[in-house]
Structures are given as C-alpha cells and as structure tokens.
C-alpha cells in the first residue's frame, strides 16, 4: 500500500513552526515515506528503501534545502522535488539527484529516486498544456572540462515519476583542462558558458548570463592573434584548434525563448 504523510506534514507547513524546527519536522515527515523511523537522522535517512543501487548495499539519502514544487504532471496534484546527497551516487551523478513527492489531498506520496538531477538552480518559466514548465541551469565537470546548460525538465511515470533533460542551450569550458579555453577553427560560434538563470521578459522565456566566442575572436584566435599564456603553452590540442585565454573571451546575456526554441545574444 502506498504510504501517505497526510495532516501532519500539512499543519507542519502553514503551522506556527519557524526556522531550524519547522524545517526539520518538515524533512523527517517527508523521509519517513521512505525510510523507517529508527533510520532518519536529522535530514538524513541512512537506509533509503528501494534506491536504484545495483550493489545492492545500504544507501543513505540527505536531503537539501534546494527543492521546487509546481503542477508539472498532473495540474491537481502539484509535485515537490527535493535535492539530495548520496555516498552511494559517484562524481558521474554529482553525488545525488532528487526525492520527488506528489500532493494528494492534504499529503504527500513518495513518487521516485531521480539520481543524476538536481533542482539547485531551476526556475517555473511558463505553462503548456496546463502544467508548470520547469526550467534548470545544470553542469558537470569531468576531466578538467565544466559542462554547464539551460534545460526544460520532462517529467513521465504515474507511481513511479521520472525526470529527464531537454537541452535547450549547452556550453563547455576548458580552463580546467588546458587552463584556457579552446575553440575549433572551422565553427563560427561557441559558448564557454552559462550562469545567472533568471525568469525572462515574458512568459516562457528565461536569461543566462554567458562567457563566449564570436566568429571575429576565433578567426583571429585561429590566426594566432592572441598571446597564449605561459600555462597554456604545456598542452598540445588537436589540429584546428586554437587558444582563447580568458582575457579575450568575451561576456554577455542570451535570451532563450522555451517554447520556440530560439537563442539571441544580447
């Protein structure tokens, strides 16, 4: 039988509860859909039952302050997603994901482990179809190189929900690599990347600050018109390639319409 926490994590979250102690009775009534009692510590369930762990060992859960809550599958029952760390999630999933919960009626139902996605830097940037369109910055670093994107969240499953990412706009930085960043000569165009997610000028719309080349600065980086920095100088890139320290690199904000599916530089 599903488990519902129904009045009490609904007086919880409009009671006289305040701070440190209304957060917390808050995070253990949400575990507890998950987690038998004596296992919650804190914000942190110790034994998450059912976590999609292949090894089959014990995984804990702990749950972030970071979550959002909007009608994303059903517009009657708004869902609540909620970040989390995970010793049992590897740098591959940024150490966590998310705990999704669905409101039914005057509670909560455990929906879903979503590991590999948090909602750390996510935003409602508009409707379609009656649901609330989420929309997230994301990023990941491997091997030196920081992959940061703006992306619609898909949501899909009824018992069980699952999210995934629609990429709207993707960026790659390398200084972390070469500690510089490095452009190809034949594209005209490339983003190092995107931060700032901010709601846009009309609905369905969103902005992002973002660190890029033009086609002037790669031509002119491809005719070795830049001077490399000395730390640069120590890596060899791959023919056609080509240096833009950071001091040439230039700044700017893109307007990204979801809907349309449209990207302009501002």
Known sequence: MTRVVS???SLLLCSAFTGAARAGAIDRALLSLFCAPKAIAGATCKDAKSYPNFRGDRCDVKLSEKRQQGRFVDPG???????YGSECEPHATDWGGSVLFEQTGRGYVFRGYQPGMQVDECMIAGQAGGLDVLVCLT???GQGFLETAVAR???????RIEMSYDFLLTASDSTGAYTSNVVTCSEQFKYFGLSR??????PGTVVAQADYADSDTITKACAKG???PKDAQDYEIAPGEAFVPNPYVKSGSVLIDIFRRTVTLR
Request: proline share 10%.
């Open 7 to 9: 009045v009490l994590l």
């Open 77 to 83: 029952k708004p869902l609540l997603i909620v970040s």
């Open 139 to 141: 990023g990941h670093m």
């Open 153 to 159: 969240v898909g949501f899909k499953g009824r018992a």
């Open 197 to 202: 997610l901010a709601a846009g000028p009309r």
């Open 226 to 228: 830049f001077p490399i």
